[in-house]
């Protein structure tokens, strides 16, 4: 199929990416707000997702594309932020007619970051409103940006040893074929470089000079962690391939790999992993190969979402050892 070459998550055409937070209570929200419909399926892996018709994305269901997607902190709270993306797209006319009106179709999940800085403060349907003004803009960041906002890793021994995460997109081509992520990391577990297996954030040691394995003492710390720590990594890849929804949910399942291969320990009874994909269907492609590069650009996107984080709210982040 040719070389792979690196572009902008905005390259891909038929999307807009935007992003909205509140910096000094530590969370915010991040939409993907399509310009058709978009074929979507989902993988849902963690034990705890905070979600928003996810159902739709059944190939049972008689759902054929959705309007918008919505990542979110807030925990549960933050779905509320749906209701600013459903009112965005209604003013633009996107959605399903119904009579007179017009309902879209929206999907989402939720991190918890009600622990972050203060939980009293979660993602409301305003903020999702400026979420998807912002898409307008068609800017790329990553790190303490949207539903990244309140992100952190390596919380198995509580907030008080954790790092600071964020939000990561990365983005392939492949000859005609382009597949992208976006993502944002808040494990439980230790984050490690994918093609070095280096760790590169999460629990950090009793000077905080360091890291130490999660995964190491995983039996006795995640029995302690499962007192104090809600935990969620939630994205989505976005490929021009054109793919049904079964092909998409399949898509969706070799995504999570990528998971795997970058956080360790992953999909817990304390996690809400959840990674959504979704097709704007323009070039032929299979599931397969799709698939195979969006484990790819996910693990790539989960690397750049805590490398590109900052120190803030007492947590120190990957730049602090660099």
């Given at each position: 199929?040719?070389?792979?070459?690196?572009?902008?998550?905005?390259?891909?055409?038929?999307?807009?990416?935007?992003?909205?937070?509140?910096?000094?209570?530590?969370?915010?929200?991040?939409?993907?707000?399509?310009d058709d419909k978009a074929i979507c399926g989902v993988d849902?892996?963690?034990?705890?997702?905070?979600?928003?018709?996810?159902?739709?994305?059944?190939?049972?269901?008689?759902?054929?594309?959705?309007?918008?997607?919505?990542?979110?902190?807030?925990?549960?709270?933050?779905?509320?932020?749906?209701?600013?993306?459903?009112?965005?797209?209604?003013?633009?006319?996107?959605?399903?007619?119904?009579?007179?009106?017009?309902?879209?179709?929206?999907?989402?999940?939720?991190?918890?970051?009600?622990?972050?800085?203060?939980?009293?403060?979660?993602?409301?349907?305003?903020?999702?409103?400026?979420?998807?003004?912002?898409?307008?803009?068609?800017?790329?960041?990553?790190?303490?940006?949207?539903?990244?906002?309140?992100?952190?890793?390596?919380?198995?021994?509580?907030?008080?040893?954790?790092?600071?995460?964020?939000?990561?997109?990365?983005?392939?081509?492949?000859?005609?074929?382009?597949?992208?992520?976006?993502?944002?990391?808040?494990?439980?577990?230790?984050?490690?470089?994918?093609?070095?297996?280096?760790?590169?954030?999460?629990?950090?040691?009793?000077?905080?000079?360091?890291?130490?394995?999660?995964?190491?003492?995983?039996?006795?710390?995640?029995?302690?962690?499962?007192?104090?720590?809600?935990?969620?990594?939630?994205?989505?890849?976005?490929?021009?391939?054109?793919?049904?929804?079964?092909?998409?949910?399949?898509?969706?399942?070799?995504?999570?790999?990528?998971?795997?291969?970058?956080?360790?320990?992953?999909?817990?009874?304390?996690?809400?992993?959840?990674?959504?994909?979704?097709?704007?269907?323009?070039?032929?492609?299979?599931?397969?190969?799709?698939?195979?590069?969006?484990?790819?650009?996910?693990?790539?996107?989960?690397?750049?979402?805590?490398?590109?984080?900052?120190?803030?709210?007492?947590?120190?982040?990957?730049?602090?050892?660099?």
């Open positions: 199929m040719g070389e792979w070459k690196e572009i902008s998550l905005h390259d891909i055409k038929g999307i807009k990416i935007g992003h909205a937070q509140d910096e000094e209570n530590g969370t915010g929200c991040t939409v993907v707000i399509c849902v892996r963690g034990g705890g997702p905070a979600s928003r018709e996810t159902e739709l994305l059944n190939p049972m269901m008689s759902n054929d594309g959705i309007n918008g997607l919505l990542l979110s902190g807030g925990s549960a709270y933050g779905l509320d932020a749906a209701g600013g993306v459903m009112k965005y797209l209604e003013e633009k006319g996107k959605g399903i007619k119904v009579g007179k009106e017009i309902v879209p179709i929206v999907v989402g999940s939720c991190i918890f970051d009600l622990g972050c800085a203060n939980g009293k403060v979660r993602p409301d349907a305003k903020m999702g409103y400026d979420a998807c003004l912002d898409s307008e803009k068609h800017i790329e960041r990553n790190g303490n940006v949207g539903a990244g906002m309140g992100a952190t890793v390596g919380k198995i021994h509580g907030d008080g040893h954790a790092m600071k995460s964020g939000l990561g997109c990365y983005a392939v081509q492949i000859g005609s074929l382009k597949v992208g992520a976006i993502v944002v990391v808040n494990a439980i577990g230790d984050v490690f470089e994918m093609d070095s297996n280096k760790q590169i954030a999460g629990l950090l040691n009793g000077k905080k000079d360091g890291m130490l394995s999660s995964e190491l003492e995983a039996v006795k710390l995640l029995q302690l962690a499962s007192k104090f720590s809600f935990n969620t990594t939630i994205g989505a890849i976005i490929t021009n391939a054109k793919l049904d929804k079964a092909d998409m949910n399949k898509v969706a399942a070799m995504a999570s790999n990528g998971i795997a291969r970058t956080i360790r320990p992953v999909n817990t009874s304390m996690d809400g992993d959840s990674i959504y994909a979704l097709a704007t269907g323009k070039i032929k492609s299979s599931p397969d190969v799709v698939g195979t590069v969006a484990a790819h650009v996910l693990g790539k996107a989960v690397n750049r979402a805590v490398l590109e984080a900052d120190e803030i709210y007492g947590y120190k982040s990957a730049k602090s050892f660099i």
